[in-house]
């Protein structure tokens, strides 16, 4: 019975899934729900509705299941702890409800497993690292990270504070620390877990599941610090391991694939990228399914890689995501989403068939509402990227009505003081400024900042980047003498960054803010002090850039060197001028398409041309 249910899969859904339900319903009623066969029933019920991307529904019939297993465990010993099986089953529910977008509903119910648990519980680091996933997935930090750091320590007191999976835990927990701006880039964990992977396992050893997840995860970080042939060479070991290694699941494999494939296109090996994300989304169609929220995974991260390059093939694959729910077993899909909406979008713009990235983003937006609930948090802050990618594609009205969406719902389900909001706020104050309304602008970034500076602190990577947004309003609004205490205030912060991690890892950053800052000083009876700014952000090396640089960074460049030239002019220095401008055009000759470039360049450094707004 329950083969035909999943046979049928294929040809007629909501029939199949409903003879499935029939089935595990029947199979319990018959032989009880603790038989060994209805238990087999509702993880087969379970696996197929997953494998349909129906992650809510996998998750209420292995949450079914799980209260089987803890009826069997509690017969067994009635007062003991959690079963090893029962906590693996509890991790795969909550996975899966964190899938669902229901992380935050399902930390309690994790943790309350775990309470449970004794000690030396087999896979008890596991999971907590679970746990941890989905603190994060949650936006709880604070505890993700004490999860993470709690799972180093129970890995620690079994197998050494220098073993791969202690570190593991601990780069887990700094990247939270990173991603959360209370920390620096995890690059020393990175190194010295890749210095304590095993020099011999073989992926039959009991502990190469593990490993390989390590790695995986491990190289995803490595990419998004801006490592990526650290990443590739992660990634590499992982696909050695997993080749000798049959306990790595099918999701598992696809997961790993794709973590290592990533990589390629960042280190210049895009044929090689291509190639491997095309066999890795063919695969997971054959063994996971073409709903399969990992099988998405792999169908985003080939958009991602085709994008780049011929927008045209990515646009079946975008069609196909939205069609299938686009789901995926990772918190930053809507956001990556929306960034491969702009992409195909823009590039293909012209081409009057198919929807537009705007009609893609509406699709999302409705897909969101009906997985989630239109009250869900999540749907505001999918409202909110999409906010973000209207606004890079000039559409100023489209943005700042996702954004009241956006506020409205965090307001009404998470409050009005709550970080969401201020996020939002941030976003709703660029698409004021951008159209001109200079004082609301002002207003909403002022609220952010306070709930911000209330919430995260005064140093927290997102206040400051209010303090960002709110100076570069006061500066569009010509009111540079309130704009100097905000930006002092980025400089300083930028300087302690600088001082506590060695060495600041957005050169180009510092210095946009020292020639903006000098710019200000100018004017005033402080241009001393606003010339040694300028001549500390002339001699950092990004104005001298060794290996290729992608047009963007080239452009930001030349324009700051151009800024520059302006304010030497205002400074009465024309030699130190003729050589900023120098400088600048030979930054945007080396750009692919340098005309308009160029001719920004010049109107800058001559005066004719506005100072490039919302550049902090």
Excluded at 40 to 62: D, I, K, Q
Excluded at 339 to 363: I, M, Y
Excluded at 390 to 404: H, N
């Amino acid at each position: 019975m329950l083969d035909a249910s999943v046979g049928a899969a294929s040809t007629d859904l909501p029939r199949a899934v409903a003879q499935l339900d029939d089935a595990v319903v029947a199979v319990a009623d018959l032989l009880g729900p603790g038989h060994e066969s209805a238990l087999a029933a509702g993880l087969v019920a379970g696996e197929t509705l997953e494998s349909l991307g129906r992650c809510r529904e996998a998750a209420a019939r292995r949450a079914t299941r799980l209260a089987a297993l803890r009826e069997l465990a509690a017969l067994r010993e009635s007062d003991g702890p959690t079963d090893p099986e029962v906590l693996a089953e509890s991790c795969r529910v909550a996975r899966l409800r964190m899938a669902a977008g229901e992380a935050i509903e399902a930390v309690p119910d994790l943790e309350a497993a775990l309470a449970a648990c004794a000690g030396e519980t087999q896979g008890l680091a596991a999971a907590v690292r679970t746990l941890g996933d989905l603190q994060l997935a949650a936006e709880q930090f604070t505890e993700a990270q004490q999860a993470y750091l709690r799972a180093a320590d129970i890995d620690a007191a079994a197998a050494g504070a220098a073993h791969f999976t202690t570190l593991h835990d601990r780069l887990l927990a700094a990247m939270v620390a990173f991603e959360s701006g209370r920390g620096p880039a995890p690059l020393a964990e990175l190194d010295a877990l890749s210095a304590a992977f095993p020099a011999k396992i073989s992926g039959s050893d009991p502990a190469a599941p593990v490993l390989i997840e390590g790695l995986r995860r491990s190289a995803e970080i490595a990419l998004v610090v801006g490592r990526p042939a650290q990443a590739k060479d992660l990634g590499k070991r992982g696909l050695a391991l997993a080749k000798a290694c049959e306990r790595l699941s099918p999701a598992e494999r696809i997961a790993l694939a794709v973590a290592a494939a990533r990589p390629l296109f960042a280190t210049g090996e895009q044929p090689a990228a291509r190639a491997a994300l095309e066999r890795t989304v063919r695969d997971a169609d054959q063994t996971l399914g073409p709903s399969h929220p990992q099988t998405q995974a792999a169908v985003v991260a080939f958009a991602e890689c085709l994008a780049s390059t011929t927008p045209a093939d990515a646009r079946p694959l975008v069609d196909r995501l939205l069609a299938s729910g686009a789901a995926s077993p990772r918190n930053d899909l809507d956001e990556r989403l929306v960034r491969l909406f702009e992409a195909v979008g823009a590039a293909q713009g012209a081409n009057p068939s198919g929807p537009a990235d705007a009609a893609w983003g509406k699709e999302l937006l409705r897909l969101r509402r009906e997985q989630w609930g239109a009250e869900h948090p999540r749907v505001a802050t999918t409202c909110l990227f999409l906010a973000g990618g209207r606004l890079a594609a000039g559409d100023i009205e489209e943005a700042l009505g996702l954004c009241r969406q956006a506020i409205t719902l965090q307001e009404q389900t998470l409050g009005n003081d709550h970080p969401e909001v201020a996020a939002s706020l941030l976003v709703t104050s660029d698409a004021l400024r951008r159209k001109g309304k200079l004082d609301e602008a002002a207003a909403a970034c002022e609220r952010s900042l306070a709930i911000w500076e209330a919430k995260a602190g005064p140093e927290h990577r997102a206040t400051l980047a209010t303090v960002r947004g709110l100076a570069g309003v006061r500066l569009a609004q010509g009111r540079g003498a309130d704009a100097l205490p905000l930006l002092e205030r980025l400089l300083a912060a930028d300087s302690h960054a600088t001082d506590s991690h060695g060495t600041t890892s957005q050169p180009a950053h510092r210095a946009r803010l020292l020639v903006r800052l000098a710019g200000v000083l100018a004017a005033t009876d402080a241009a001393e002090r606003g010339r040694r700014y300028l001549d500390e952000a002339l001699e950092l090396p990004c104005f001298q850039p060794a290996d290729a640089v992608a047009d963007p960074a080239l452009r930001d460049l030349a324009l700051t060197m151009a800024e520059a030239a302006r304010v030497l002019a205002t400074l009465d220095d024309q030699d130190a001028a003729t050589a900023a401008i120098r400088t600048a055009r030979g930054l945007a000759i080396r750009m692919e398409t340098p005309r308009d470039t160029l001719s920004m360049v010049d109107a800058i450094a001559a005066g004719t041309a506005p100072l490039p707004q919302g550049r902090l």
